[in-house]
């Protein structure tokens, strides 16, 4: 106990000495917080929208006010001519084209029937998904609005209809930051807990200080322990930094309890400075060590749930998400912000988030050697 | 001739020791014997396997084959048992710069376990030693080179080591400054703590009381310098060193 007490002052004098690893916890998830959420945008508004109006009639125009007065297209074109609407698409200038055909009104009238053509830009699959279901909406509506003023309806619907009414449980405005923050707040911790664990140690590697270190009877679970109980608490406290910041500025309370979420965060912090541990001692310098972790987190934030949906995965890629502790936690942090989840929720997370904890630091006291 | 603390005791002994990194052996079946309160130097060219045998008296590195003990242990099982006896320098300067002086003494003093009564005691007895009483509270990292490499030699045998392995500890330090830190050698010796110590400088040779010189892995000579500029006629430990190490091989790594 008595060396652990010198391990921990000598690391808590460094980390209050260096200036970078203050900036790293306190600036790191303020900008983070304070910009990604804004910008991490699930909503599509602005899309590009290039109309060939053919038919230059009362309905066509009535369309396209429609169209562009919902809020989420932007006209960028008007023209009568297809060729030069795909070539505004050609230039990246237009992601939509809506084509309106000659007679659109006349037919529409007549017979009751008349057609529209959609040309969607798929480079951006996201974009042109989204963009056609909600362009796909807005005609539909616009169809049901033309139709309720020509046709006279009998009393009893001839064709059966289902009106579907939905409501969003535990975030009924689909406030997408209440979704993303809570995840981004996940990626922060992860960063700061695996960089700087891996970073620290390497770092005695490269000035030659673990040597001295190795050369002396210290245990290896004291100097373990030396250097995860400071950046478990400084974890803790970017945590804390971090629901502040969710709190004061995007109203982020949690429906469930903040002791659930730290008892989780603490032992997440555990399973990821394990993990830093473990890429400090399969690295000889500082380079080696930030590729491996930036190689890491690009896995662990892609195949974690902060943007995609791991439902929606390939089967290959959910199984594969079950090895991602930041899967995990994305999962807990809306659980318990949004629905409110206790520890008896989550306690099946909690335990498989132990199992990492325990294995990735065991792995990383195993494989640190005092002896090559 | 230095011998006066010398008792016969051996503390260091080495036998057949190897290192092999794949197909090449650093170390390549050395034997020796130090005996307690010896000052035992350790010369090689660049590369000629010192550090590497050094390491593995310390503890850092496992042996391929021999045997080895330390401080009457041995360097296969009991090389956490070493540790608690031995003192070390390594080639690369190992204090931390960004803490002061008196920290990295607490520090180190700390992990050796020693007491706190112990640690500012003698922290005080080596600023004054040292005339640092005013660099104390200091970081490391502004001191010049000189006063580091006296700093990590008063703090290898802080906690009192019978037996303290230097690597270079003179490299890239001033002719003052070397012959101030051979001072420091000398006092450490007299108070009964064996000293194993690698270097370039020849003229730090004459100071040994033995020197081993290794060319390519192998021990080619050892013994006291004068009986070693006897054995190989030469004037001056230079030239025994020069006449060694041609017989070298091993391109410098």
């Not at chain 1, 055909?101 to 529409?108: A, I, M």
């Not at chain 1, 005609?139 to 001839?158: A, L, T």
């Not at chain 1, 009924?172 to 979704?179: E, G, R, W």
Request: glycine share 8%; net charge positive.
């Amino acid at each position: 106990m008595r060396t652990l007490k010198f391990l921990l002052q000598k690391e808590f004098r460094q980390i209050f000495r260096d200036p970078s690893i203050l900036r790293i916890i306190l600036v790191m998830p303020v900008i983070q917080l304070l910009i990604l959420p804004w910008a991490a945008d699930y909503e599509m508004k602005n899309i590009k929208l290039a109309v060939v109006d053919q038919d230059h009639s009362e309905y066509s125009r009535q369309l396209i006010n429609k169209i562009t007065s919902s809020g989420y297209f932007t006209l960028t074109s008007y023209s009568g001519s297809w060729e030069q609407s795909l070539e505004q698409v050609e230039r990246d200038k237009a992601d939509l084209i809506l084509q309106i055909p000659l007679h659109f009104e006349q037919q529409l009238v007549k017979e009751d029937e008349a057609a529209l053509f959609m040309a969607i830009n798929a480079i951006n699959g996201v974009k042109a998904g989204l963009g056609g279901a909600y362009l796909q909406r807005i005609i539909g509506e616009y169809n049901r609005e033309v139709r309720m003023k020509w046709i006279q309806f009998p009393r009893f619907n001839p064709d059966t209809q289902i009106e579907v009414t939905s409501s969003n449980w535990f975030n009924p405005l689909m406030n997408y930051k209440y979704f993303m923050v809570p995840g981004i707040l996940v990626i922060l911790l992860t960063m700061v807990g695996t960089n700087l664990s891996a970073i620290n140690i390497v770092r005695e590697k490269e000035i030659g200080t673990i040597e001295q270190i190795n050369v002396t009877p210290i245990k290896k679970y004291h100097f373990v322990l030396g250097k995860l109980i400071p950046f478990w608490i400084l974890g803790l406290v970017v945590l804390t930094i971090g629901l502040t910041i969710s709190r004061l500025f995007y109203g982020i309370i949690p429906a469930g309890s903040f002791i659930t979420i730290y008892i989780f965060a603490a032992v997440y912090l555990l399973a990821v400075l394990g993990l830093g541990l473990l890429i400090s001692t399969h690295s000889a310098n500082q380079q080696q060590a930030m590729l491996l972790s930036f190689f890491l987190m690009m896995i662990f934030i892609l195949l974690g749930g902060l943007y995609t949906s791991i439902d929606s995965m390939p089967e290959w890629a959910k199984w594969i998400t079950r090895f991602n502790p930041v899967s995990y936690f994305i999962e807990v942090m809306r659980m318990v912000i949004l629905k409110g989840s206790t520890l008896v929720d989550i306690k099946m997370h909690l335990l498989i988030m132990c199992g990492f904890a325990v294995g990735l630091n065991g792995w990383a006291v195993w494989s640190y050697r005092k002896r090559s | 001739m230095r011998a006066s603390n010398m008792t016969g005791e051996k503390v260091i002994t080495a036998d057949k020791l190897t290192k092999r990194f794949g197909d090449f052996v650093a170390v390549d079946q050395i034997s020796f014997e130090v005996e307690k309160g010896e000052i035992f130097g350790f010369l090689g060219a660049n590369g000629a396997g010192k550090t590497t045998a050094m390491r593995m008296l310390c503890g850092l590195s496992l042996p391929t084959s021999g045997k080895a003990t330390v401080a009457g242990f041995d360097v296969y099982k009991d090389n956490e048992k070493i540790k608690k006896r031995i003192g070390y320098m390594s080639q690369k300067f190992s204090l931390y710069e960004d803490l002061t002086v008196k920290e990295n003494m607490r520090f180190y003093g700390g992990i050796y376990g020693m007491s706190d009564a112990f640690i500012k005691q003698k922290t005080a007895f080596i600023l004054h030693h040292l005339h640092l009483e005013n660099e104390g509270n200091k970081l490391v990292k502004s001191l010049p080179l000189g006063w580091k490499q006296k700093l990590a030699f008063s703090v290898a045998i802080f906690h009192e080591p019978g037996i303290v392995f230097l690597d270079e500890p003179t490299g890239g330090v001033d002719p003052v400054t070397r012959r101030e830190f051979w001072n420091m050698i000398y006092q450490a010796s007299e108070i009964g703590i064996t000293i194993f110590v690698t270097t370039h400088y020849m003229d730090e040779a004459e100071y040994c009381n033995r020197v081993s010189i290794m060319v390519d892995g192998r021990i080619e000579a050892l013994d006291s310098p004068s009986n070693l500029k006897k054995q190989y006629n030469a004037l001056s430990m230079d030239e025994v060193f020069l006449q060694l190490a041609r017989k070298a091989t091993r391109i410098e790594s």
